[in-house]
């Protein structure tokens, strides 16, 4: 008897999802166009280097060429821009995840007084708004001496408390055991962080290098307030620098094509770890 | 390890434990080793003198066992940056607020004096109510383009994940780089303008109207956030068992029915976490008003960040730009306790 509900049911269910299917693709092309349509006339712009704007015969590749990428690396600071911005990035991810995850294999192993207070506080720390301490922050690096320098720009972002929260939930679930087994073949606590604990954080080490790196390649507002020379911007600064200045359009784009390209390239090859990034830190 | 390297721990805990001790009388909880660890850093005072002496080695034996002393060097550089360049600016933020700074480095104590400034001030006002304005239509916007993405993007068709690769590509294009794009876009010769003239509408005065301009803003947020969002929402969406849209709709339920009354209800927490962070983030708007309007027009734009910015560092208002930075870290945390609540209620 149960043959003739269950037929007609899944013949229900199957007919409602092929309809589906088909329609499905349509919203999401749609979006998907609309989506890619800003970075589409970012591209095409920067290749119409001395033509006037007409549309909508300006969004098609008529007078290609790379004259405002020429511009834009000879006349500009962009290759600096882009260096400055490497060094930036680069930095701080390397820094962070060592300073991170030292901290944070205290935290999951080890027993210190004040351990609990000391890691709340730090967590605590993200539900402060980033522009209440940014006064303060300039102060006390100009007074450092720090004002448009490299240290001045990387020091102050290093203390990252997501990066020691992930690292840490991450490092206690690292089996005791083998730590344990490490000390007893006679390593010191050093050489168990490093060779027994580390490699077994490969997986959130990745995911943390990409979030550190996105975040400081995309970083505005500190690298605004902190830069004083071309000479020292970072490539959003850079850019809003060229903007401002009413620099041609095709120059401008050909900038924010370079400042986006590296970006870009990394989300191809490593798109998992950027999804899961973004996703498990919660901030863009 | 050498006789050298035991010493190390010995001589950095003194500087080390203060920052640690510092939060506990407020905190109350000091940590259940609180007792045996003190012993080890009364010891540590007198280490340099006599490292021999019997009752230091003891007292380094255990810290040994438990590792007090290298744990204490392996937080040593993360506990002081974030000391210096975090804990301490945001307390120092809190105090100038009440006070005043001066570009020759001296601070003075001004009590009230700046809020008292900030809240008879009418830009304060316009600057609250802008956030609030591009908040209210910012955010439910981009939440509900993201769910209706989501939905969209739980079916298993060819393709989809080439479409949620591509939807990702605003998130991770830095905010300075989409400004430049959408400020063409919303040029009055720009594509936005062409397709509105192209099908009969005429020209929008997008970023150039005190109307208009929080809207475009919060359209483009939406192109920027809303990969993001869907990312969150479709994990939620996903984690839903099956058996529980199917079995509604075995009980005649229609499409519309199951999503109001099963789905959504379980995808609550999903959808929770992402309107927090999405009234955070707003409430936070600023690279897109820096590079796209300036604040403008006029004062049109001129949001709560905006205002920190400019009074902070275009007229080194510090203490006046510290309270309403005061401001925003208490709107901030009013969200914030607001989500705790919400989950302590829910049990999630």
């Not at chain 1, 969004?59 to 790379?66: A, E, K, Q, S």
């Not at chain 1, 720390?125 to 980033?130: D, I, K, S, T």
């Given at each position: 008897m149960t043959t003739g509900i269950a037929p007609d049911l899944a013949r229900r269910l199957a007919k409602r999802r092929s309809r589906r299917k088909l329609w499905a693709h349509l919203p999401l092309a749609l979006v998907a166009l609309l989506t890619i349509f800003p970075f589409y006339v970012m591209v095409i712009l920067s290749t119409q280097n001395g033509q006037a704007i007409s549309l909508p015969g300006s969004?098609?590749?008529?007078?290609?060429?790379?004259s405002a990428y020429l511009a834009a690396i000879q006349g500009g600071d962009v290759m600096r821009w882009a260096l400055n911005t490497l060094i930036y990035a680069g930095v701080s991810v390397v820094l962070v995840l060592t300073f991170a995850s030292f901290a944070a294999y205290a935290f999951a192993k080890k027993r210190f007084f004040g351990k609990t207070v000391l890691f709340w506080t730090f967590i605590a720390?993200?539900?402060?708004?980033?522009q209440l301490t940014l006064i303060p922050q300039f102060i006390l690096v100009a007074k450092l001496g720090g004002i448009d320098t490299y240290w001045g720009l990387i020091v102050p972002t290093l203390a990252n408390a997501q990066a020691l929260f992930l690292m840490r939930q991450f490092i206690s679930q690292v089996p005791d055991e083998l730590i344990d087994a490490g000390r007893i073949d006679g390593a010191g606590e050093f050489r168990t962080f490093v060779q027994i604990v580390l490699p077994q954080t490969k997986p959130i080490l990745a995911t943390l290098g990409v979030f550190v790196f996105l975040w400081h390649w995309n970083d505005f507002l500190w690298p605004l307030v902190e830069t004083r020379s071309p000479d020292h911007y970072v490539m959003t600064v850079g850019l809003y620098s060229l903007e401002a200045q009413n620099i041609s359009l095709a120059i401008t784009m050909a900038a924010a094509v370079i400042t986006f390209l590296p970006i870009f390239f990394l989300y191809l090859v490593l798109q998992r770890y950027f999804i899961r990034s973004v996703a498990i830190t919660g901030l863009k | 390890m050498s006789e050298r390297a035991t010493h190390m721990p010995h001589g950095r805990e003194t500087s080390l434990e203060a920052p640690g001790r510092r939060p506990l009388p407020s905190g109350g909880?000091?940590?259940?080793?609180g007792e045996g660890d003190k012993g080890g850093d009364a010891a540590v005072g007198v280490a340099a003198a006599g490292p021999r002496h019997p009752a230091i080695t003891q007292a380094w034996q255990r810290m040994r066992r438990n590792g007090t002393g290298m744990a204490l060097v392996f937080i040593a550089p993360y506990v002081v940056l974030f000391f210096v360049f975090r804990i301490g600016p945001a307390a120092a933020g809190m105090v100038l607020s009440f006070g005043s700074y001066s570009i020759n480095g001296t601070t003075h104590w001004e009590g009230l004096s700046n809020f008292h400034a900030l809240f008879t001030d009418p830009l304060f006002w316009t600057s609250l109510r802008v956030t609030v304005v591009y908040t209210i239509i910012a955010v439910p916007l981009t939440v509900v383009v993201s769910l209706g993405m989501a939905l969209l993007c739980t079916?298993?068709?060819?393709g989809i994940k080439v479409y949620r690769a591509l939807y990702f590509l605003p998130v991770i294009t830095s905010l300075v780089t989409s400004s430049v794009i959408w400020q063409w876009i919303y040029s009055s010769n720009g594509p936005a303008n062409w397709f509105f003239e192209s099908i009969g509408l005429g020209a929008v005065p997008w970023l150039s109207s005190n109307s208009m301009v929080l809207p475009s803003l919060s359209l483009m947020s939406v192109w920027t956030r809303f990969g993001f969002d869907m990312l969150i929402l479709l994990a939620g969406l996903l984690a839903i068992p099956k058996e529980y849209t199917e079995a509604a709709m075995i009980d005649g339920a229609s499409a519309w029915q199951t999503f109001w009354r099963v789905t959504l209800p379980q995808l609550r927490p999903a959808l929770f976490f992402v309107v927090v962070l999405e009234l955070i983030q707003s409430f936070q708007v600023f690279d897109v008003i820096y590079v796209m309007t300036r604040g403008g027009?006029?004062?049109?734009?001129?949001s709560l960040v905006y205002l920190i910015y400019d009074q902070g560092?275009?007229?080194?208002n510090f203490g006046y730009a510290s309270a309403a930075g005061v401001v925003l870290f208490a709107i901030t945390l009013v969200v914030s306790l607001w989500q705790r609540w919400v989950f302590r209620g829910d049990g999630t």
């Open positions: 969004l098609f590749p008529v007078h290609f060429n790379l720390m993200l539900m402060v708004p980033y | 909880e000091g940590g259940e080793g079916r298993s068709i060819r027009p006029g004062d049109a734009s001129y560092f275009n007229f080194f």
